[in-house]
């Protein structure tokens, strides 16, 4: 097992903080994606849309919620921050700098917290390791607003792009969907985690990778409702023809993504945040400040105190 990966096992008995973060239009079915993930209801469903209200701007909001997991004999302290509101507006651009705003503050806390001298041993690292992006099925191909949200958030945050939904969509028009998508991230240059090979990686894990690399964007179909199929207990929808079944790879991708981030990549995900978007956010700020105003800032840096309304969702983070 390669260095890279290793380190999940280090983390095996005291446990794993990990965050994630769902963005996406409203009907993509992000609530069902996070509540099959975890295997748990976390996330209530929406309120009922009210349509006087329709033309009433709705505010993205930031949700954190905490959910603690095993997976493989591992104990993970789940934070999921979820964004009720996102999309649902003509002008999404408050959306955009609401959503990089929270990224970043989470990133202002370690950097006030590393300043210190005498170091809070209870400190909470509430950084996001990762972003669920759910992109509407069109068919067609990526919209603006997908483009600009990626844009800025890539180089903030992991994001993996997932197509919501994706049981809308025919075999061949999911391909071809798929293709398109990456055919944009690729023309538009939009930062995405796209399972960088490490030369130090063995051959097993590269041609995972690999494999993870050719299912972009991911297609999922989050469902918690549960059925006997042929005797056997299956999560998925019903439908006249026959049954959708959410953990069969045959069906969606959703059984592959919730491994990769839960399992085999979540370290890589971890350190990545760490050593190459944290470090670039950390160095673009420190250049641009001078040694005054630096001082000021880190005096007056948001803290990770319990009880603070940052805070007062999450926990403290596994070394």
């Not at 990089?100 to 041993?121: A, F, K, T």
């Not at 800032?297 to 070394?319: D, F, K, N, V, W």
Request: proline fraction near 7%; include cysteine.
């Amino acid at each position: 097992m390669s260095q890279r990966y290793g380190g999940r096992w280090k983390n095996a008995k005291k446990g794993t903080q990990f965050t994630i973060m769902v963005v996406g239009a409203s009907g993509l079915g992000r609530t069902s994606f996070v509540n099959t993930l975890c295997e748990k209801k976390i996330i209530p469903n929406r309120e009922e849309f009210i349509p006087e209200n329709a033309h009433q701007p709705t505010p993205v909001q930031i949700h954190p919620i905490n959910a603690d997991l095993e997976e493989d004999g591992m104990r993970i302290a789940l934070t999921v921050v979820d964004t009720p509101g996102f999309g649902d507006n003509i002008d999404n651009v408050a959306s955009f700098n609401e959503i990089l705003s929270y990224v970043e503050q989470q990133y202002d806390i370690i950097l006030g917290e590393e300043s210190r001298i005498r170091r809070n041993p209870k400190f909470q690292d509430n950084r996001v390791h990762a972003l669920i992006y759910f992109i509407t099925p069109t068919g067609h191909s990526l919209r603006e607003m997908d483009i600009e949200l990626m844009k800025r958030l890539g180089p903030r945050v992991n994001i993996i792009p997932v197509i919501g939904k994706a049981d809308s969509l025919t075999p061949t028009e999911l391909a071809t969907f798929k293709k398109r998508v990456m055919e944009d991230i690729e023309y538009y240059r939009i930062p995405i985690y796209d399972f960088p090979n490490d030369p130090d990686d063995e051959e097993e894990m590269i041609d995972e990778n690999n494999e993870l690399r050719e299912l972009l964007p991911f297609a999922v179909i989050g469902n918690e409702e549960e059925f006997v199929v042929d005797g056997v207990k299956i999560r998925g929808r019903r439908y006249p023809w026959g049954y959708i079944d959410v953990d069969n790879p045959e069906h969606c991708d959703f059984d592959r993504l919730r491994f990769m981030l839960l399992n085999s990549h979540m370290t890589d995900l971890r350190e990545l945040t760490h050593n190459v978007l944290y470090e670039n956010y950390r160095t673009e700020k420190l250049s641009r400040m001078s040694p005054e105003l630096l001082e000021k800032e880190l005096r007056s840096a948001p803290t990770s105190e319990p009880g603070s309304p940052i805070s007062s969702t999450s926990r403290p983070i596994s070394p």
